[in-house]
């Protein structure tokens, strides 16, 4: 019956920045265990939801999350230059100071030779990663303390499209073998399909809330995207 | 070797060599600490500006007679809580505006700094301190490494991400408004050593030759406050050998440590 459990209620949530209306009455909630996708336009406010979620900004409206959740963001943003003095290791340790334990968590997190995280990985400069190990870490990071919550601010950007896949593929199998619940940003419709049970679509104001394949219809997706997007339903969906 | 008239005072306290090394490392080991986490958050001119700020801050003290140190530091607290309302209300740095107004103050500073002390002003003279300059130099560096223990996690975050940072309850505009506190400390010390000039210069290369052979975070701000204070140590002995004036030494040997480390550069 926990399965079942709501984690996550938003009322009539609206967040207003020098009197710009940037969200306005989205109400929806979240089970135990979703997957859910925020789909939007650029500027629709699909950020400042995650912001508002997470306290980080002055909001009108309810936003209740269940009692002693755990919850982990890795936001779309990133300064994270080449030469950046900072190595793999002095990161993760900011959040877990268990050596062990962040070898344990890269490998669950697909850098599976252990020799190679503590010689190599762990020493680089985090800027040297190439774009799919950095997302790994920082995965990684975002498990380390097992959290309850993951809230993913576009996870895939700047990583190519086989790339893409498999960093959703592993989102999935950690989600399946630790329970948590998911909440993630994408522009991919494909991904949204494939790997989320639920779905909601802003621009500013509530498009589209539901299962992906039952309200990401052509009309729900004129509306968001001003009819521009030609693109609906990809063929391989279950 | 032959012995120096200044090295037969051995005596710690009363020998004024023993009294500039001291008050020069440990201000050399602040700012190249500090001057790490400014090249992480690329702000490294922002130590050369607000120090023009001192001056004025010097000028007035001097007018109304009270120590110049207070004067500079006061003047540097406001120049630094002028940056941080910048940075809160634009989220960009606001270079331009604090281009202007800062070379603005060091024009005014020039025009009210009594004559005979202008010198000094700019370029510092570590030969003058005295016992009181080297207690508010221990105790400031001592709040600086501690402070900078206390929010080096924070503040090297609130640079990777800002909106990381935030989400783990880290609060990002009192740690950077702390740190801007720090730095108006170590320029308002690096005052007696460098000087108005050059004191930007002691905060951003040892640290920037630190960076060229840093590969983690921990080695680049110890290197950094290694190169510090090496520079000054070496700059006061060879300035004392050689009876040159210490300021400009101690920031040509920073850059002579900087040539060296591109030799290694990562």
């Known amino acids: ?238 | 070797m032959a012995e120096k008239p200044v090295s037969t005072n051995t005596n710690m306290i009363t020998n004024p060599l023993y009294l500039q090394l001291l008050v020069g490392v440990l201000t050399g080991l602040g700012a190249g600490y500090l001057g790490s986490f400014m090249i992480l958050k690329r702000m490294s001119l922002v130590g050369d500006v607000i120090s023009h700020v001192a001056l004025p801050g010097i000028a007035l003290a001097l007018i109304f007679k009270i120590n110049p140190f207070l004067g500079a530091f006061a003047a540097l607290f406001l120049a630094v809580i002028g940056i941080w309302f910048l940075e809160r209300k634009t989220e960009i740095p606001s270079e331009t505006l604090v281009g202007i107004f800062f070379a603005l103050s060091l024009a005014l500073g020039i025009l009210i700094t009594p004559e005979p002390e202008l010198l000094e002003a700019l370029f510092g003279d570590i030969t003058k301190i005295g016992p009181t300059d080297v207690l508010i130099t221990i105790a400031l560096t001592a709040i600086i490494f501690f402070t900078m223990f206390r929010i080096y996690r924070g503040l090297t975050l609130s640079v990777v991400s800002k909106q990381l940072a935030q989400s783990m309850g880290i609060n990002v505009s009192k740690i950077s408004f702390l740190f801007l506190f720090l730095i108006a400390m170590v320029v308002a010390l690096g005052l007696k050593v460098t000087g108005v000039f050059l004191m930007g210069a002691l905060v951003i290369v040892p640290a920037a030759a630190a960076k060229n052979v840093s590969v983690s975070l921990a080695s680049f701000t110890r290197l950094a406050a290694l190169f510090g204070g090496v520079s000054a140590l070496g700059g006061i002995l060879f300035a004392s050998h050689f009876n040159l004036h210490p300021g400009p030494i101690i920031v040509l040997t920073s850059g002579v440590i900087f040539l060296l480390t591109l030799l290694f550069k990562k």
Request: proline share 3%.
């Open chain 1, 1 to 238: 019956m926990a399965d079942n459990e709501t984690i996550l209620v938003v009322e009539n949530l609206g967040v207003k920045f020098d009197n710009n209306e940037v969200l306005k009455g989205l109400n929806f909630f979240i089970k135990k265990g979703d997957v859910l996708a925020i789909v939007g336009p650029n500027g629709a406010g699909k950020s400042v939801l995650f912001k508002a979620l997470l306290g980080l900004i002055p909001y009108s409206g309810k936003i209740q999350w269940a009692s002693g959740l755990k919850i982990s963001y890795v936001p779309q943003k990133f300064n994270i230059d080449k030469d950046l003095p900072l190595s793999v290791a002095e990161f993760l340790k900011f959040k877990e100071k268990n050596l062990e334990k962040i070898v344990g968590t890269l490998k669950s997190v697909g850098i599976t030779d252990e020799h190679h995280i503590e010689h190599h990985i762990l020493k680089e400069r985090i800027g040297w990663l190439s774009g799919g190990q950095l997302q790994r870490v920082l995965i990684a990071w975002s498990i380390l303390d097992n959290p309850d919550v993951l809230l993913f601010d576009e996870p895939t950007a700047g990583i190519d499209v086989g790339g893409e896949e498999t960093i959703y593929n592993l989102l999935k199998k950690l989600k399946d073998e630790r329970g948590f619940t998911v909440l993630l940003i994408s522009h991919d419709l494909n991904i949204v399909y494939k790997y989320a049970n639920s779905v909601i679509c802003i621009n500013k104001e509530m498009v589209c809330h539901g299962e992906p394949n039952a309200v990401l219809d052509p009309t729900a997706l004129a509306k968001l995207y001003g009819g521009e997007a030609g693109f609906y339903k990809h063929e391989h969906d279950h």
